[in-house]
C-alpha cells in the first residue's frame, strides 16, 4: 500500500551533488525515483550506482515524509529524551558567564549583561594580562 501523495518534499544539496556524479540515464532514472518515491511513495526498481545512491537518500526522505505527516497530525517537537539541545547549553553558558560576572563585579542588582558585554570584558581582561607578560 503506498502512503498518501504529497504535495512537495525537501530536496537537499547532497541529492544533487550525489545525482550529478551519475552518468545522464542514470542521473535522470536517479532524480525520476527520487521525486516519485518522496512525492507519491512509489518504490523505484534502479539498478547500478543510481541504485546505490537512492539507498543511501532514502532514509532521509522517509524521514521527511514522517514529519511531514506528524506535522499535518498537529504533532508537536519531539522531546530531547534527557539530552541537553543546543540552546540548553547556550542558556546554561550564559547563566554561568553571569554568575561568574556578578561574582568578580560584586553586583548585586537584576541587571544582566549582554553576551555581547561579556565578551567585551573579557576580551579587556585578557588584554591585560598579556600586557603584564611581555
Known sequence: MNPEPRAQFTFFRS???AISTLKPRARLACYDAVARYALDG?????QGPAATVF???KPVLDKGRARAEAGALGGSRPKANGRQTASD?????DI???KEWKKESGASGTVIPS???LIRQRREEWARVLDGLG
Open 15 to 17: 541529492y544533487h551533488e
Open 42 to 46: 512509489v518504490t523505484p526498481e534502479l
Open 55 to 57: 539507498i543511501l537518500m
Open 89 to 93: 547549553k547556550e542558556k546554561e553558558r
Open 96 to 98: 554561568h558567564s553571569h
Open 115 to 117: 553576551t555581547e558585554e
